[in-house]
């Protein structure tokens, strides 16, 4: 008799989405769309192109006085951002 492995559907397309090359961009895109969830929406009115490059997320944020204090929040935000898609995946922010 044969002996199955049975597999959860989440082990599946995670196997999948690996196996393709397609889980980074896929964790990437969601901690993008996160930075409204973290930063709030006052943040969030502010806050122009976003992009990650090399492990650091590019933030571009329109008023100064608020860039300043995101400046200053960067280590909150990269663990918060983090833990927000459950993996490492930026290690800076750079905001300009």
């Known amino acids: 008799m044969f002996k199955r492995q049975v597999k959860s559907l989440e082990e599946l397309l995670g196997a999948c989405l690996r196996e393709n090359g397609l889980e980074t961009p896929l964790l990437e895109k969601r901690l993008i769309d996160a ?6 929406k006052t943040v969030a009115q502010y806050t122009g192109d976003r992009f990650i ?4 997320l590019h933030v571009k944020i329109t008023n100064p006085a608020l860039r300043q ?3 200053m929040m960067r ?16 290690t800076n922010i750079r905001i300009y």
């Open 53 to 56: 490059k090399n492990q650091t």
């Open 69 to 71: 204090d995101l400046t």
């Open 35 to 40: 930075w409204e969830q973290v930063t709030g």
């Open 75 to 90: 280590s909150q935000l990269v663990k918060r951002l983090n833990e927000t898609v459950g993996a490492v995946i930026i």
